[in-house]
């Protein structure tokens, strides 16, 4: 039993290996081939560009991949969506699809580029978003570098960003909002209804999902003296309740809790201050609730 699975080449290749290699999964990608080895065996995998998952998840060549929510709309692939993993190869923020245009030109709006050329790599989405505004424009291809070509060859553009810095510093200004896109885990239906792929594929999601949750949270344990134990408490900024358990010397307590990683060098000298002891910091791979 296989189950084979496309991962992104490019930009998302290394956030989506690392992701995995946190999950549970260990992928070697050689730059010569476009098939890195899995330590699972169950698992085939295939290097593909994004923009290309979803057409070949769809047509079953594949169960199952990881794309941009932007590429399924792109290609309007039919698919099941098994889940959302929200990173990218920058930030935890949304990839924005955004229309922009030359600050000083006047372009407010998408009704004011009527009879006008817009560039994008998106351009179907693209093509959608001026019909739901009733806006007859010529919508081109472009082959990238599409922030420079306003407003010498086109009049606006449709780019995606995280920051908008590259925008801004081309002298554009963002619009509007054409389309938000995460990071998705999609499958072929009929993978779906496999029972064995289906569990496969279930598994791989709780774990991706675990391992993104843990991004950001360590562990923290600690020795408390019993009656300083409330007090100590007090200072957990808990996602849960924390794990109280009795040691072997008399009047003592062991307290174990996950908090924001950004928080501890806060939080310890105030743990020590209350009476905490023998504290451990140490990273998670994965926070499944």
């Known amino acids: 039993m296989i189950l084979k699975i496309a991962l992104p080449k490019g930009s998302l290749q290394d956030a989506t290996v690392g992701l995995f290699k946190k999950a549970g999964w260990d992928f070697r990608v050689s730059t010569r081939s476009y098939h890195p080895s899995c330590d699972d065996p169950e698992i085939e995998a295939t290097m593909l560009r994004a923009q290309e998952i979803a057409r070949y998840v769809e047509a079953g060549i594949l169960d199952v991949g990881i794309t941009g929510y932007d590429n399924v709309c792109e290609c309007n692939a039919d698919v099941h969506e098994v889940c959302e993993l929200r990173y990218s190869k920058a930030t935890t923020n949304p990839y924005r699809w955004v229309l922009a245009a030359p600050k000083e030109s006047g372009i407010k709006g998408p009704k004011d580029l009527e009879g006008k050329r817009v560039a994008t790599e998106l351009v179907a989405v693209t093509k959608r978003y001026f019909e739901k505004h009733g806006v007859n424009c010529t919508v081109e291809f472009s082959w990238g570098a599409t922030e420079v070509k306003a407003p010498d060859l086109v009049d606006a553009i449709v780019e995606g960003t995280e920051t908008g810095s590259t925008l801004k510093a081309h002298g554009l200004e963002i619009i509007d909002t054409v389309l938000v896109s995460t990071t998705r885990l999609i499958c072929n239906k009929q993978a779906w209804l496999d029972e064995w792929k289906r569990h496969k594929i279930e598994n791989i999601a709780m774990l991706l999902q675990g391992a993104l949750t843990a991004e950001g949270l360590v562990g923290l344990k600690m020795n408390v003296p019993r009656e300083q134990l409330d007090v100590v ?15 072997a010397e008399e009047g003592w307590v062991a307290a174990e809790i996950i908090v924001e990683e950004k928080t501890v060098r806060e939080l310890i000298p105030r743990l020590v201050r209350a009476g905490a002891s023998g504290i451990v910091e140490y990273p998670l791979n994965k926070v499944i609730y």
């Open 233 to 247: 408490v007090s200072e957990l900024p808990a996602l849960k309740n924390p794990t109280i358990s009795p040691l």
